[in-house]
Nanobody, 126 residues
Framework: QVQLVESGGGLVQAGDSLRLSCAASGRTFENNAMGWFRQAPGKEREVAAA????????YYADSVKGRFTISTDNGKNMVYLQMNSLKPEDTAVYYC???????????????????WGQGTQVTVSS
């Protein structure tokens, strides 16, 4: 059974940093596309960052570019999202996602991902 489990969310102040982690189990995702999505109340789920590692390629939404960094540790089947200089508008539930198959490119649409975590809340106060 495939599982993605996020951790690392919390309540922080504007300007602070958080590191989200996503632990995958049930299969390896070494050559799959992985992504971090977020969903704020009343809004659609949107991609924050995406990555694929064969070859390595990353994508960042304009709203997080220069502040967020996505990375993987394939040996541990982990995906991370380092979030710096957090803003109140970053407040959302953050979800880890994985594609079903090997991918040479990243995906930015939720429909391209087959596996999802349960989400972790990030709240940034002003």
């Amino acid at each position: 059974q495939v599982q993605l489990v996020e951790s690392g969310g919390g309540l922080v102040q504007a300007g602070d940093s958080l590191r989200l982690s996503c632990a995958a189990s049930g299969r390896t995702f070494e050559n799959n596309a992985m992504g971090w999505f977020r969903q704020a109340p009343g809004k659609e789920r949107e991609v924050a960052a995406a990555i694929t590692t064969s070859p390595t390629s990353t994508y960042y939404a304009d709203s997080v570019k220069g502040r967020f960094t996505i990375s993987t540790d394939n040996g541990k089947n982990m995906v991370y999202l380092q979030m710096n200089s957090l803003k109140p508008e970053d407040t959302a539930v953050y979800y880890c996602a994985a594609s079903r198959y090997y991918s040479r490119g990243y995906y930015i649409a939720p429909s391209d991902y087959a596996y999802w975590g349960q989400g972790t809340q990030v709240t940034v106060s002003s």
